[in-house]
Each structure stands twice: as C-alpha cells, then as structure tokens.
C-alpha cells in the first residue's frame, strides 16, 4: 500500500503544475477561496497558461479530481497475495492513523494523510453531478476491493460467513466517516477508534 503523498514529486511538465498548484491552494485556503488566478500564482504561471489547459474552474477541478481519485485508489490499493487478515488491517491502519513509513506512531501534523482536499471536493458532489458520478466510480471500486479482500478470507477460511458485499459496504462507510473526522475534528482519537474497529473485525469477521 503506497503512503506516499499526492504530488509529492517535482511536475514533470506545466499541466501537472497547475494540478499540483491546485491541490496546495486547496490544502491552505479550501474549496471557497479557490481560483484560477490563485492557483496560477501558486504554480508561478499566467492565468492565461492555465487557461490554455482548462476552459475552466470546473474543468481544472475534474482534473484535478481524476488525478485525487486515482491517487487514493493506489493508496488502498492491496496485494491480492496478502493474507486477507492482515490487507484489511493495513487498510483501517492507513485510515485510522496514516502513519507514513519512518515517522513515529501517534505522529502530529507531519504524519496526517493529506485527505482535506479530498473531503473538500467530496462536499461539492452534494451539488455537483460531475463529481458525485466520480465519488460513486471510487466508491464502487473501494468496495469491489473490500468484498474481493472478505471473500478471499472465506475461502481460505479465516473469515467467517458473511456476505462479502454488505461487509464491505460497512467497513468502507466506517473508513469514509474516519476520513471525514480526520479531516474535520482537532478531536478525533484515531488510535482509539482503530483500535474498536479492530476489535469489531476480531468478534464478527475473524475466525
């Protein structure tokens, strides 16, 4: 499971700049204050170089919203080798506390997974039909992945009988309420809740 951070590497060209410039204003001013001629000063460009690539402000969203999407489908993506035990642990790890490779358990700040622009773009979906259809795709796909992962444990017999497809609509709906309250809440106990969920996987899906 990849931990690495969205655009964590220079942009190899200026379309990629403009996407990586998009996801820093969104991580330091949010979705309201969003704007061309914020993200081209960010990127170091005219707003007319950003317009040569997007017609738009939704048109460099759904972009940039592609390029999330796909990012946060490789960060959960799992081995289909891996013991399904441990592929849902790591999972609900990665969610509950992100710690990236190295850093410390517990990590503050520096070790939070970048999910606010993710959640930020979520929200829009409420009222955008364009990023609600992208949202349904990723959540599909999440749970496609999630059943695969319980259904595996079945057969091999690790896990208990259950339907795959509502196990797996559970446990993501779990993992999308963490997301939102890291996100959202100086408040939220990511060891304790990881832990209670671990422990609610140990009583009704392990054997």
Do not use: C
């Not at 402000?57 to 799992?78: N, P, Y």
């Not at 790890?93 to 358990?105: H, I, R």
């Amino acid at each position: 499971m990849s931990r690495d951070r969205p655009f964590a590497a220079e942009p190899e060209d200026t379309d990629r700049a403009i996407l990586k410039a998009t996801y820093e204003v969104l991580g330091e001013h949010g979705y309201s204050r969003l704007s061309v001629g914020r993200i081209a000063t960010q990127a170091d460009l005219s707003k007319s170089s950003v317009y040569h690539f997007y017609d738009d402000k939704e048109d460099l969203l759904v972009a940039f919203l592609d390029v999330m999407l796909e990012w946060f489908q490789g960060r959960f993506a799992g081995d289909p080798d891996e013991d399904p035990s441990r592929s849902l642990s790591e999972q609900v790890e990665d969610v509950f506390l992100g710690v990236p490779p190295g850093a410390p358990s517990g990590g503050g700040q520096d070790t939070q997974p970048p999910f606010g622009p993710f959640i930020e773009l979520r929200a829009q979906a409420i009222t955008n039909p364009t990023f609600r259809e992208r949202f349904d795709r990723l959540d599909g796909l999440f749970e496609t992945q999630l059943a695969a992962i319980i259904e595996r444990g079945i057969e091999e017999e690790s896990f208990r009988e259950v339907d795959p497809d509502r196990g797996a609509a559970m446990l993501l709906t779990m993992l999308m309420g963490a997301v939102l309250r890291r996100a959202t809440s100086e408040g939220f106990d990511g060891e304790l809740i990881h832990r209670a969920v671990e422990q609610m996987l140990d009583r009704y899906l392990r054997v």
